[in-house]
């Protein structure tokens, strides 16, 4: 079975100032792993994933990941946040071996503050 | 990236009747598609997942006869709620993608918060 954690209900940053989103996962086979954002009554968008390669990640809006192995976690980071940044953040997680649906982790709320 | 749209983006509607959800992608053809259920301050629970002109696949403790899904063509995905009781209100999304494969990642419509009265 597959899991996603996201330790932190709230994250809160001044804006300007690097912000990171914290996930961890647990999978049986290959992890294939993905961030989304969510704003108010809105669907999710895609922001970036991670499925082989690389285990720095860029995607949109400025933001990027780290995948890192050992530590089973795929943390989300921006350098410099914006106001426009506060929304809620889905770490997802597939099997790559074992061929499971999408798993979401229970979201993040990040608040940048002006 | 990809367009998904759902509609309609909110509806209301009276215990007992039927409500139906449409999910379509624009701009590329949607093999499998997924419907998901939303409560407040949680993250998304997945209800069923769609292949093309295939029969739907639920979730455990999804009914099937009471979240009626039909995928019939690569663009067009419906989520019928049969029947709706107050407790059915919740944010559906839908989301596609594009081929099979595992490393694909889905695009989602913006989802549809009904209420049932």
């Known amino acids: 079975a597959q899991s996603v954690a996201q330790p932190e209900d709230q994250v809160n940053v001044a804006e300007g100032n690097p912000l990171t989103v914290k996930c961890t996962y647990s999978?049986?086979?290959?992890?294939?792993l993905f961030w989304y954002v969510q704003y108010p009554n809105r669907g999710l968008q895609f922001l970036l994933k991670?499925?082989?390669?690389?285990?720095l990640v860029k995607g949109s809006y400025g933001f990027e990941a780290e995948f890192n192995k050992s530590q089973t976690s795929f943390h989300l980071k921006k350098p410099s946040a914006l106001v426009s940044d506060s929304a809620l953040y889905f770490c997802?997680?597939?099997?790559?071996?074992?061929?499971?649906?999408?798993?979401f982790g229970p979201g993040t709320r990040l608040s940048v503050l002006p | 990236g990809a367009v998904v749209s759902q509609h309609p983006s909110r509806v209301i509607c009276k215990s007992g009747t039927s409500v139906k959800i449409e999910c379509r992608s624009l701009?590329?053809?949607?093999?499998?598609m997924f419907w998901y259920r939303q409560f407040p301050k949680q993250s998304l629970m997945l209800m069923a997942t769609?292949?093309?002109?295939?029969?739907?696949?639920?979730e455990q403790g999804v009914e099937k006869d009471k979240f009626l899904i039909n995928h019939a063509s690569l663009t067009l995905s419906t989520l019928t709620v049969t029947s709706a009781h107050p407790e059915d209100s919740s944010f559906y999304i839908c989301?596609?993608?594009?081929?099979?494969?595992?490393?694909?990642?889905?695009?989602f419509g913006q989802g549809t918060r009904l209420t049932v009265v």
């Open positions: 989301s596609a993608s594009s081929t099979g494969k595992l490393n694909t990642e889905a695009f």
């Open positions: 999978v049986s086979g290959n992890p294939y």
């Open positions: 991670y499925i082989t390669g690389d285990n």
């Open positions: 997802a997680v597939r099997d790559g071996d074992y061929g499971q649906n999408f798993v």
């Open positions: 701009d590329f053809q949607a093999t499998t």
């Open positions: 769609s292949n093309e002109g295939s029969k739907a696949t639920y």
